[in-house]
């Protein structure tokens, strides 16, 4: 891929029976990239669902008629007009907690998935770069060892002794947690790529190690690099609201996990308050789904064989 436009690579023979799905790859290889993920119903879907959360999350205190963290009204009001999914047990209003708690999933996706990715490409890159070195084993050894470590009781463990909670150590615990997975498919990818004739010019032209990573190596993986961030969004967001039910969320700010913690601490599926539990998950789950999706449109740009037609 380069300068935005997507190459495909086939090279299909004629008289194979293949003329038509060559001119749909020629077709795709003129198109820029946010057009061939536009392409893809399953990406289109995702991304008009995320322009519905990301506009929400920028005009929540114009959107819900209260703060998030208020919580002096009548406990356990039915809906009305004054509260539209009512009130939790501490007199808190669930529909204004539930659009405050979207900034929440968005910036944790964000920063979670941002740093998570930066650490991946840092760490799978120097290491397939520099393979069969000192580097790479040590690199590779670190690597595995953050593969079969069990991340979500690191989590638990690096939060629950910390003095000081908030979205900043949720972040920092999530990234620092999760990018083993990706450092590992981004080092196979840049194994297969750094002994292209791009690099060995680099090479000869007197360029360093880490300008050819990242300013020559780097853009022909943007589609993974891409694909990795949506991914590690993806889990940041599900990773903090497992951690704010389980209580480990920043007691300060209002999230759909801390709305589900809340819940099920005061037996709402037993008193039958669904829509306390139901409107945290439905959302949560919309947001989680809305990313998958767009992860299908991502997917096109390195797998000429998952375009469609």
């Not at 991946?120 to 290491?127: K, N, P, T």
């Not at 150590?169 to 498919?185: K, Y």
């Not at 297969?192 to 050819?212: M, Y």
């Not at 967001?237 to 300060?252: H, M, Q, R, T, W």
């Amino acid at each position: 891929m380069s300068a935005g436009i997507v190459q495909t690579g086939t090279d299909d023979l004629p008289g194979d029976g293949t003329a038509e799905r060559s001119e749909t790859d020629a077709g795709y290889t003129q198109m820029r990239w946010w057009q061939l993920i536009w392409s893809s119903y399953k990406a289109r879907v995702g991304l008009i669902l995320l322009l519905v959360f990301v506009l929400v999350a920028a005009f929540a205190p114009l959107i819900a008629p209260y703060e998030g963290t208020r919580s002096d009204f009548e406990a356990l009001l039915p809906r009305s007009g004054d509260h539209l999914l009512g009130t939790t047990s501490q007199g808190g209003d669930i529909f204004s907690q539930l659009v405050h708690g979207t900034r929440v999933s968005l910036l944790v996706g964000l920063f979670g998935g941002l740093v998570s990715t930066v650490i991946a490409l840092v760490i799978g890159m120097w290491s397939g770069y520099k393979e069969g070195t000192v580097i790479d084993d040590l690199l590779s050894f670190i690597t595995n060892v953050a593969i079969v470590v069990p991340v979500l009781p690191l989590m638990i463990v690096l939060i629950a002794y910390s003095e000081v909670r908030g979205i900043p150590l949720i972040v920092f615990v999530i990234g620092i947690t999760s990018w083993a997975g990706h450092a590992r498919a981004k080092r196979a990818q840049i194994i297969t790529l750094r002994n292209r004739d791009f690099v060995t010019a680099a090479k000869f032209a007197g360029e360093g190690s880490g300008r050819i990573i990242f300013r020559e190596i780097m853009p022909s993986m943007t589609s993974l690099v891409a694909a990795g961030f949506v991914g590690a969004s993806t889990g940041a967001i599900g990773a903090e609201a497992g951690l704010s039910f389980l209580g480990l969320g920043d007691p300060n700010t209002v999230s759909w996990g801390t709305m589900l913690f809340q819940a099920d601490a005061q037996g709402a599926v037993g008193q039958g308050l669904w829509g306390w539990v139901l409107a945290p998950g439905l959302v949560l789950a919309l947001l989680i789904t809305s990313l998958t999706f767009i992860n299908f449109g991502v997917d096109l740009l390195s797998n000429p064989h998952l375009r469609e037609d």
